[in-house]
């Protein structure tokens, strides 16, 4: 009878057992009921900041993703005070950018060559040599002799680039025949066809390195010429011109055994060879030559010392690039009234550099030199767009090939209105192109007139936008150490933007040792005797 009432005593259900344990515990805010200590009021966690060394078993995190810190230290986050660190190369190298370029815009006096070389200096501590091409003021002259790097002046009475002179390329393309030779004579000597394989291939490689290496130094050649003369008219040459200039290169190169001169371009088109007087249309009348050349020569003789440019460009050059090491172009000695010769520097600058790095990067393709990075620098970019027509194509072709060739690059500008001055709109279209093209825009102070520009080629939102007017307003007057001096909000304050990603507002921090590198008012510095300090 017992077991019999054991057997049918019903059992509670699992889901009751668990119902009532937890009807046993306290809820969040402790037990429930009169007296039993339920806390009306819960107080905040406490919370610490540490390194991620130290926190590094703490996930996830309590906050929301921090500012990379990624390549060059920088700054802090303005709002945050997190520490961020950027550079195009870094964020290239790391997919964070598709392109390793950045464009700067903002204010004058409001830190952007400071920026820049900041990042310069960053990225040749970590053996990438920064190259500026153009120093118009100088703001980097100081920092790349503090580097041991090479300072190569250029101006009317104060340095000369031929801009004729194939540079490295010539004694680069002898380097790679040389190398196929060697190639094919031990492929020659090689018995099995299969190991020879891999020798024959080396040659075709060297070889049509070789070709092209040329090919492109003509080319450059050609644009160079016809940019400088765009500057000089203030007008494109026509097409028969340039196939003039064209073939004329072509025709000096096969007649010398020594790197050509503008002189020696006047003479080779004065001579009126039968290919010259072909592409003329003379039709076997020497004085139709002559009247289809007469413009072309005038304007060759402007750049053989006979013009404003002196003879800058007419002599062989004085200093030969050197890209084992840092390098600046400065332009300083040219007045600020001469912006016709300023722009035709830069411009050769700019072509003298791109094509002294493509040839190291084809020297370093065949083997025959350590793979070098640069970073490329180019200041004061509204100057070469303003100085003629077809200029923007010019600097378009430079600055488009920097991934492929290993390049990173900077350029620089004050405002968009830059860029929409120019005269048409096929041009401003294309100088737009510059920013939307850059990897990482950075603005500084702007003016509210810039925003409705600026949103044309970036995509900026009401709050960044504020951002960038406040920082342009001229700030409060202080007494600082006995004077009245103005402190602006915006100096040294810069916002990244990447895409349409929201961008990161950061105060530019430097060290005690760039600060004297970064003085770019050293002629208003006056000691306690009222002289200028050195």
Not at 35 to 50: I, L, S
Not at 211 to 232: F, G, K, Y
Not at 342 to 348: E, F, K, V
Not at 517 to 522: E, I, P
Request: proline share 5%.
């Amino acid at each position: 009878m017992f077991g019999s009432r054991t057997k049918h005593q019903p059992t509670q259900a699992p889901a009751t057992k668990l119902a009532a344990a937890v009807a046993r515990r306290p809820g969040l805010r402790g037990w429930r009921g009169r007296g039993q200590g339920e806390a009306v009021y819960v107080t905040a966690a406490d919370e610490w900041r540490g390194t991620s060394v130290q926190v590094c078993g703490l996930w996830p995190f309590v906050g929301g993703s921090g500012t990379p810190i990624l390549g060059v230290p920088i700054g802090v986050h303005t709002d945050t005070g997190a520490p961020f660190g950027a550079d195009p190369i870094s964020w290239f190298m790391h997919g964070m950018i598709n392109n390793p370029s950045m464009f700067v815009l903002g204010l004058p006096h409001y830190g952007k060559s400071t920026l820049v070389r900041h990042i310069v200096l960053g990225l040749a501590g970590r053996g990438i040599n920064p190259l500026i091409l153009g120093d118009l003021k100088p703001d980097y002259v100081d920092l790349i002799e503090a580097l041991g790097g090479q300072v190569i002046s250029l101006g009317p009475g104060r340095g000369h680039l031929n801009v004729l002179d194939p540079g490295e390329a010539t004694g680069a393309a002898l380097r790679l025949l040389a190398s196929a030779e060697e190639h094919r004579a031990t492929a020659n000597r090689t018995t099995d066809p299969a190991a020879a394989a891999p020798f024959f291939a080396a040659v075709m490689k060297a070889e049509k390195l070789a070709e092209q290496l040329m090919a492109d130094s003509h080319n450059r050649r050609l644009n160079m010429i016809t940019a400088l003369i765009t500057i000089v008219r203030n007008a494109k040459p026509s097409a028969h011109e340039e196939s003039l200039i064209d073939r004329a290169l072509h025709i000096l190169d096969e007649r010398l055994d020594r790197v050509p001169l503008i002189g020696d371009l006047i003479e080779v088109i004065k001579d009126a060879p039968a290919e010259l007087r072909a592409i003329a249309l003379d039709r076997g009348d020497m004085s139709r030559y002559l009247d289809a050349t007469d413009q072309l020569r005038h304007s060759l003789y402007s750049l053989d010392g006979s013009g404003r440019f002196s003879d800058m460009f007419s002599k062989p050059t004085d200093q030969p690039m050197d890209l084992t090491k840092p390098v600046v172009f400065d332009l300083s000695g040219i007045s600020d009234t001469q912006r016709d010769i300023q722009a035709a520097c830069l411009l050769a600058c700019w072509s003298t550099g791109f094509a002294t790095v493509q040839v190291a990067h084809t020297l370093a393709d065949a083997g025959l030199e350590p793979r070098r990075n640069y970073f490329v620098v180019m200041d004061e970019l509204w100057r070469a767009l303003r100085s003629g027509e077809g200029m923007v194509d010019r600097v378009d072709s430079l600055t488009r090939l920097n991934r492929t060739e290993g390049v990173g690059q900077a350029m620089i500008t004050h405002t968009m209105s830059d860029l929409e001055a120019l005269p048409t709109e096929s041009e401003r279209m294309k100088a737009r192109g510059f920013v939307e093209r850059s990897g990482m825009v950075v603005c500084g102070a702007l003016p509210g007139a810039e925003m409705e520009k600026l949103n044309k080629a970036v995509t900026l939102s009401r709050a960044e936008q504020s951002r960038l007017i406040s920082w342009a307003d001229p700030g409060s007057w202080t007494d600082v150490g006995g004077s009245r001096k103005r402190v602006r909000p915006g100096l040294g304050k810069f916002l990244f933007k990447v895409g349409g990603r929201p961008g990161i507002p950061v105060a530019l921090k430097l060290t005690s040792v760039e600060e004297a590198l970064h003085d770019t008012n050293k002629r208003w510095t006056i000691n306690r005797n009222g002289e200028g300090e050195n």
